[in-house]
Every structure is written in structure tokens, then in C-alpha cells.
């Protein structure tokens, strides 16, 4: 019998809530403000399309991240055991969600342990950067890393969840500091991305200067984790301060910009809302590597392995099309793209 701590039992809400409820932020991605320029001659031919990207010495088939989601319960076992198996079927990456709740209880350690589902991929392990402030360290950083065989640590930012949240962590106050001690002394890469409000281009420097290998900006526009916690709420009080920030955060958009402008060599995971291929491609051509997503594998991997690779195959076959019809032939050459906006 599962094992329910507070811990897992919130993971099993935010699966619940995430399949069931309405939680898409009031704001828009600001995706659909631009536009490729149709080219009617291309001058190549769609199998010419290479979307093959490299990121941390992986060469992945396409530019696409499974974005972190879950773990901690028997659900998010399968779930993550799905979404592996595809990843490795597709040679596309993958973050896991936040490992807190095994390295509190090792029991919940085999939810997270995919590589035998997945050999070859590129897999990000996850933590609350948060928790560098409760007493979490290298050596937690290290086991996170140790039990997922993960290539690249993600530390996820989260205050206004964190806020809103019923006994939230919001002690945030010198955490850059210990972010930059973890990129010192971690032996893989260390990412650090938002959970969908946005990176701001003041945040970027610090987190550049701090030594961060990658950014997920994880923007507004998609899910919103206050309108989750809106559900979640214990009584009106709470559900009225959950519900008050509903268009709250940096557009997807805007917040890519922002972060190429203020840091120009770092690593961009865009995020955040994106729904297609096309998402991901603009994406791209406003300055980031990687497109990750969530939501459309979540509820593909409650279904089936077959069913979330489909999902990813039209999602890379949109970005191919994309890219053809926009005379590209390659990742790089669209990362040089100019987009057309417009209002």
C-alpha cells in the first residue's frame, strides 16, 4: 500500500487538478502577436528539414523538453514511466518534477528512477531551489542527481506559489547565494527555471553571473500554479488570495526576449504555455534552444506509451513544416529567423 505523506498527497492534487480543472493563466503566452514569413518559394525540400539540436553534449532528434511535472506517488511512477519510454523512442529531453519528496522519503525514490526506461536521453533532475534555504545543500543536490542517473540539476523558482500556498517556504532572502554555491560544486550542469510567471532580465543577470548553465523561463501564458493552488485551498480566505493573481507573470514571449537581451550566451529552455510545434519554432527564432512542455504529455501519458508518441510526433512535425514553409532548414539557421509582430 502507498505510502501518503503531505508531501506525495499534494502531488496527487496537483495531477488531479492539472487533468481535471481549468488552470491556464488569464494572461497570453504573446506567441500569437508573432508571425514566420511565409516563404511560396523555399528553395529546399521537407525530409531536408534537420531539427537535430544539441544541448549538453546530447544531439537530440528535435528541440523539444518534456518539461518537469511529478513524481512522488504510484500515479506519477507511471506517468513518468510513459513519458521516458517516448522520450527515449523519439530522442527527445526530459526534466523530472521536484525530487523533495524522496529525498525526505526514500521509499519514493523508484518513482524517479526512469533511466532503465530511458538509457540514452537527456535527463534533467529537480529540486525547489527554495529548499537551499531549509537546510538542503550539495549533498541533497548531489543525491537528486545520483538517484535519477540525471545529466543536468534543474532547480525550480516558485515564490508566488510558495505564497499562496498553505504553509508555503517563502524564506527566499539570500538564496542566490546558494544557488551559486550548488553551480560551483555540482559536477553536472545547473539549470534554474521558473514554474510559469516568467524570468525578468534583472533575475537572468544574477542567475548568469551565479553561474547557472540554463534558464527555463517557463512564462505566463499556460498553466498558472496560483490558479492551482486556488483549488487546493483550505478555506475562502485562501481561495480569494490563490484567485487574485490570475494574470499575474511575464509573458512566454516577452520573458525569452528579455533574458537573450540581458544575457546573450545563456542556454534558453522556453516554456510556458506552448501548445504546438509552431510554439516551439517561434520560440526558437526569438532566442531560446529548447521548447518544453507539459500539459499535452501529462494527459497523453495517463493514457498510454503509443498515445504520447503521437503527441510528439505532430508536435515535431509542426515545427518541420513550420520551418519549410519559412524556407529554414536547420535549427540554426532558425534561431537567425526574423518574426514579424504584430498586434
Known amino acids: 500500500m502507498e ?37 511560396a518559394l523555399p528553395e529546399l525540400n521537407l525530409e531536408e ?13 528535435a528541440p523539444i523538453l518534456i518539461s518537469p511535472m511529478t513524481g512522488g506517488t504510484s500515479q506519477a511512477q507511471s506517468i513518468n514511466k510513459t513519458l521516458a519510454e517516448a522520450a527515449q523512442t523519439l530522442n527527445i529531453a526530459m526534466g523530472l518534477g521536484s525530487q523533495r519528496a524522496a529525498i525526505d522519503n526514500p521509499d519514493l525514490i523508484s518513482t524517479f528512477q526512469i533511466r532503465k526506461y530511458a538509457p540514452d536521453i537527456l535527463l534533467f533532475a529537480n529540486l525547489g531551489a527554495v529548499q537551499l534555504n531549509c537546510g538542503y545543500g550539495i549533498e541533497q543536490c548531489q543525491r537528486a542527481v545520483d538517484m535519477a542517473e540525471a545529466d543536468a540539476l534543474c532547480l525550480h523558482l516558485n ?16 538564496l542566490l547565494k546558494n544557488i551559486e554555491i550548488i553551480c560551483q560544486k555540482l559536477p553536472v550542469p545547473v539549470i534554474v527555471k521558473e514554474v510559469g510567471w516568467g524570468i525578468s532580465e534583472q533575475v537572468a543577470k544574477y542567475l548568469a553571473e ?17 490558479q492551482v493552488e486556488m483549488y487546493r485551498a483550505n478555506n475562502e480566505s485562501q481561495h480569494r488570495l490563490a484567485a487574485a493573481f490570475y494574470r499575474w507573470g511575464i509573458p512566454t514571449s516577452d520573458s525569452i526576449i528579455y533574458v537573450r537581451r540581458s544575457t546573450p550566451q545563456m542556454k534558453i529552455i522556453a516554456s510556458g504555455g506552448l501548445r504546438t510545434g509552431i510554439d516551439i519554432a517561434k520560440c526558437i527564432a526569438l532566442g531560446a534552444t529548447l521548447g518544453g512542455m507539459a500539459n499535452p504529455f501529462l494527459k497523453s501519458a495517463t493514457i498510454s506509451v503509443e498515445s504520447t508518441l503521437q503527441v510528439i510526433q505532430e508536435i515535431t512535425r509542426e515545427i518541420q513544416v513550420c520551418m519549410f514553409a519559412s524556407g529554414v532548414a536547420s535549427i540554426s539557421q532558425l534561431q537567425n529567423t526574423p518574426l514579424v509582430h504584430s498586434k
Open 3 to 39: 505510502k501518503v505523506t503531505p508531501i506525495s498527497a499534494r502531488k496527487s492534487d496537483h495531477i488531479r487538478i492539472n487533468l481535471q480543472e481549468d488552470v491556464r493563466s488569464d494572461l497570453t503566452t504573446g506567441l500569437e502577436n508573432y508571425h514566420f514569413i511565409h516563404q
Open 210 to 226: 551565479a553561474g547557472v548553465s540554463a534558464i527555463d523561463i517557463a512564462g505566463a501564458g499556460g498553466t498558472s500554479w496560483s
Open 159 to 174: 515564490p508566488l506559489q510558495e505564497a499562496v500556498q498553505p504553509d508555503g517556504e517563502t524564506h527566499f532572502k539570500g
Open 49 to 61: 528539414v534537420d531539427l537535430h539540436v544539441e544541448f549538453f553534449n546530447h544531439r537530440l532528434n
